[in-house]
């Protein structure tokens, strides 16, 4: 019987979006009413997290229902049927790109049967990657980038052991990561640079500074954008781009969740008359 067979990032249904990151399909999946999926395969491997609403597997006569925040794999080649509530749903796919497959499997250990995964930490961080998503859409791959792969770090079969101190290695990433260059940097060449692959850099950033390598590198940008605006009278669209922000508007989205205000209003107060008498 022919099915259709979905390569990276592709999707029955409407897509609300997508986002290609270095290795990784990110698609959104929008149905507002119930929708029976025909028999397709997938191509590489799949998570398929449910953001709203209900998603019912079919794979020959069993019926799996998967509620909201609830993330599903399905390894290399997977066979079934979908079909998404009456009420509609929302899905977040993050596909590996074919030609990744096999260098991320050798890290993390890809399982060869489809399930979902129980890990309660999944749940928060696929919701952080879908902010992301729905919020700067391709406007911040390097930070969809580090939560895909810290996902596929959580549900692989091969777990880190904790490291007993910092390694040496994580001194030249942060270094790295706060040199001038920083603003053209993705996590992926920092990895290449030092000789660590993605995801092991994630785990050890996550064990050791309790955040992705994304999240350091955003605060070394915002950092270089706050010495700027001190520094000289810039347009702040020349200070988005000098710091590694796609646009104006990218900047006073990071900058104000990270200081808690705007590059405008962070201006006015460093220049506001001393008031020490």
């Not at 191509?43 to 609403?53: E, I, K, N, T």
């Not at 859409?137 to 580090?146: N, P």
């Not at 994304?214 to 710091?243: G, T, W």
Request: glycine residues 6%.
């Amino acid at each position: 019987m022919d099915r259709p067979r979905l390569l990276r990032g592709e999707h029955i249904g409407r897509v609300g979006g997508r986002v290609e990151t270095e290795r990784f399909a990110i698609v959104e999946v929008v149905n507002n009413t119930e929708l029976d999926v025909p028999l397709h395969e997938h191509g590489p491997p799949h998570f398929c997290f449910v953001v709203s609403g209900d998603y019912f597997v079919r794979s020959g006569s069993d019926v799996t229902g998967y509620p909201a925040a609830t993330l599903v794999y399905y390894p290399t080649a997977t066979v079934h049927r979908d079909r998404l509530g009456s009420a509609g749903s929302r899905f977040l796919g993050v596909s590996v790109r074919p030609e990744q497959v096999e260098e991320l499997d050798e890290v993390v250990g890809f399982a060869n049967a489809s399930s979902s995964l129980q890990d309660p930490r999944l749940a928060p961080l696929c919701y952080r990657l879908y902010r992301a998503f729905a919020r700067d859409h391709d406007q911040d791959t390097v930070l969809m980038e580090a939560l895909a792969l810290e996902l596929v770090a959580m549900a692989g079969r091969r777990p880190l052991p904790p490291l007993r101190r910092r390694p040496t290695w994580l001194e030249l990433a942060l270094e790295a990561m706060r040199s001038g260059n920083h603003h053209a940097l993705r996590i992926g060449d920092v990895a290449r640079e030092i000789g660590i692959h993605p995801v092991h850099m994630v785990r050890v950033f996550r064990q050791f500074l309790g955040c992705t390598p994304a999240d350091y590198l955003r605060a070394c940008r915002v950092d270089s954008a706050i010495r700027e605006i001190i520094a000289d009278d810039s347009p702040l669209s020349q200070v988005a781009l000098d710091c590694g922000f796609h646009d104006q508007s990218h900047l006073t989205r990071v900058f104000k969740r990270q200081t808690g205000t705007t590059p405008a209003a962070f201006r006015r107060l460093v220049r506001l008359p001393s008031t020490a008498r």
